[in-house]
């Protein structure tokens, strides 16, 4: 794959996490009844550093979780290496609760759609909310995130990495092409 952009610095994914965290805030009055759900894996650091900014702006700690749905894709017979499974860790009952689930990226709406599939799996939630850090369209299930970091209108023949610290050693998200 070849370099194409650098569309967001840490700088600016610094500023989209505050503002969704607002969001989130705003939409939910509050983060009392929440808890969030990082799809692995990017998407749990990401529920993280969201929790923290909640906890600077509100004082409210959000119950964090993690979710694998490797088992859950509808894709899992077509993939060309055996699947890492990474454990789902979800310390709270999901049952009632005003659940976000949390990615780094939508593009087709298979790993929202697997997500929601696993976290339903566990019990009946109030609500699930979706974040995307990041959209590039392209949606082949009607799924549509209810926070989104930043529209990026992507050809199907590029590739958008999000690039976290916690995982990459840098924050930045850039496009790539094929």
Do not use: W
């Not at 004082?59 to 990474?86: F, S």
């Amino acid at each position: 794959m070849e370099f194409k952009a650098q569309v967001m610095n840490d700088e600016a994914m610094g500023r989209t996490l505050k503002r969704i965290a607002h969001e989130i805030l705003e939409r939910n009055k509050g983060g009392e009844e929440l808890c969030f759900v990082g799809i692995h894996s990017r998407g749990v650091p990401i529920s993280k550093r969201l929790a923290r900014n909640i906890k600077e702006i509100e004082g409210v700690d959000i119950p964090c979780g993690t979710l694998n749905i490797t088992l859950y894709r509808d894709d899992v017979d077509g993939l060309t290496d055996a699947p890492v499974l990474m454990d789902s860790y979800i310390p709270f009952d999901v049952k009632n609760k005003n659940i976000v689930l949390i990615d780094d990226v939508i593009f087709t709406g298979r790993t929202a759609r697997a997500a929601m599939d696993a976290l339903v799996s566990r019990g009946r939630p109030a609500s699930i909310q979706l974040v995307a850090f990041v959209d590039r369209g392209h949606r082949e299930l009607p799924i549509k995130p209810d926070y989104v970091g930043k529209n990026i209108p992507t050809s199907k023949s590029e590739t958008v990495a999000v690039r976290i610290a916690e995982i990459d050693g840098a924050d930045c998200v850039d496009i790539y092409t094929k």
